[in-house]
């Protein structure tokens, strides 16, 4: 019993800084919650360029001290802050980017309906965690959708999962796997021997949150205009990875990934989806019902199980 009281504590922790962050989360985004996170990724990835060296031997076994190395840091936090942690929960959770994702995922859907590129590379650049474009219009509706489905499946749904578990240093373990996992991919050859253990770990630790993920965003589909649930379902069903963005390639028919700007570079990145890559106005605006369904269904149910 007291275990369920403690995770309903901690949901409820997590409701009041979503709260917080539905009305003020554009100034606690820009102030806080963005930097901190670009810090801490910015930081991960140097990490791991400066350690990716020597035989592939040594580079797994300096993954996996790393990922080590970065876990410990969550631990001691929770320990030291110990039941003003709880605080600090709410602070994170402030940060979640409710708003934010909200305002500027339907500003992109208008800046697309006027054909406003300045517009839309604001919008770009305001939800992607790294300065980040697209060469064109259609790749930056892609970005910003594959963007919103990330933090959605990841942010939320696998921050809360994890906070309500095990309090801040689950939230905390979470969110550096996840980026340790983002830049340690171990499907690049650069990245293949020391992204290893960060890579398996967290598909480990996001076998529930990414089930969940895809429940909300199957079922959000059914209310969707033209959208395609049991496509979205099928696609759930094939596929061992990344299961929301395929849901939402799916549901929508469209296909996601293509080519990226990053640092003044262009890359390409895999493609995810059969349908059509020219994203327009119409399907920018259908994601942001799906995810916007998907939101605040998810947050019923965490306001749901506090009241249990």
Same mark, same amino acid.
């Given at each position: 019993?007291?275990?369920?009281?403690?995770?309903?504590?901690?949901?409820?922790?997590?409701?009041?800084?979503?709260?917080?962050?539905?009305?003020?989360?554009?100034?606690?985004?820009?102030?806080?919650?963005?930097?901190?996170?670009?810090?801490?990724?910015?930081?991960?990835?140097?990490?791991?360029?400066?350690?990716?060296?020597?035989?592939?031997?040594?580079?797994?076994?300096?993954?996996?001290?790393?990922?080590?190395?970065?876990?410990?840091?969550?631990?001691?936090?929770?320990?030291?802050?110990?039941?003003?942690?709880?605080?600090?929960?709410?602070?994170?959770?402030?940060?979640?980017?409710?708003?934010?994702s909200l305002w500027h995922g339907?500003?992109?859907?208008?800046?697309?309906?006027?054909?406003? &590129?300045?517009?839309?590379?604001?919008?770009?650049?305001?939800?992607?965690? &790294?300065?980040?474009?697209? %060469?064109?219009?259609?790749?930056?509706?892609?970005?910003?959708?594959?963007?919103?489905?990330?933090?959605?499946?990841?942010?939320?749904?696998?921050? +809360?999962?994890?906070?309500?578990?095990?309090?801040?240093?689950?939230?905390?373990?979470?969110y550096v796997l996840a980026t340790?996992?983002?830049?340690?991919?171990?499907?690049?050859?650069?990245?293949?021997?020391?992204?290893?253990?960060?890579?398996?770990?967290?598909?480990?630790?996001?076998?529930?949150?990414?089930?969940?993920?895809?429940?909300?965003?199957?079922?959000?589909?059914?209310?969707? %205009?033209?959208?395609?649930?049991?496509?979205?379902?099928?696609?759930?069903?094939?596929?061992?990875?990344?299961?929301?963005?395929?849901?939402?390639?799916a549901a929508l028919s469209i296909?996601?990934?293509? %080519?990226?700007?990053?640092?003044?570079?262009?890359?390409?990145?895999?493609?995810?989806?059969?349908?059509?890559?020219?994203?327009?106005?119409?399907?920018?605006?259908?994601?942001?019902?799906?995810?916007?369904? +998907?939101?605040?269904?998810?947050?019923?149910?965490?306001?749901?199980?506090?009241?249990?």
């Amino acid at each position: 019993m007291q275990i369920i009281a403690d995770m309903q504590f901690h949901l409820l922790v997590l409701v009041v800084g979503y709260m917080f962050s539905a009305f003020m989360g554009i100034p606690l985004r820009f102030y806080f919650g963005l930097p901190l996170r670009r810090k801490i990724h910015a930081r991960v990835h140097r990490m791991g360029k400066k350690l990716n060296q020597r035989s592939i031997a040594t580079r797994v076994w300096r993954g996996l001290v790393v990922v080590i190395l970065l876990l410990i840091p969550c631990f001691i936090t929770d320990w030291v802050l110990g039941s003003a942690g709880f605080f600090a929960g709410i602070i994170i959770a402030m940060s979640a980017d409710i708003q934010p994702s909200l305002w500027h995922g339907w500003a992109a859907v208008g800046a697309a309906k006027g054909q406003n &590129e300045a517009r839309l590379t604001l919008a770009v650049s305001k939800l992607a965690l &790294e300065p980040q474009s697209a %060469p064109d219009h259609h790749g930056k509706l892609r970005l910003i959708i594959l963007t919103l489905t990330h933090h959605f499946s990841m942010t939320l749904v696998g921050g +809360a999962f994890w906070f309500g578990l095990l309090g801040l240093k689950g939230l905390l373990g979470y969110y550096v796997l996840a980026t340790a996992a983002h830049y340690f991919r171990e499907s690049e050859e650069e990245w293949k021997a020391f992204g290893w253990a960060a890579t398996r770990l967290f598909t480990l630790v996001d076998i529930v949150p990414s089930l969940i993920a895809a429940l909300f965003l199957i079922v959000a589909s059914i209310f969707v %205009p033209k959208a395609k649930p049991f496509a979205a379902l099928k696609a759930f069903l094939s596929v061992s990875s990344e299961h929301h963005v395929h849901i939402v390639a799916a549901a929508l028919s469209i296909s996601l990934g293509g %080519p990226r700007i990053i640092n003044g570079t262009t890359l390409q990145t895999p493609w995810i989806g059969t349908g059509t890559a020219q994203i327009e106005a119409d399907s920018m605006a259908r994601f942001m019902v799906l995810f916007s369904i +998907a939101l605040f269904g998810f947050l019923t149910l965490l306001l749901f199980l506090t009241t249990l």
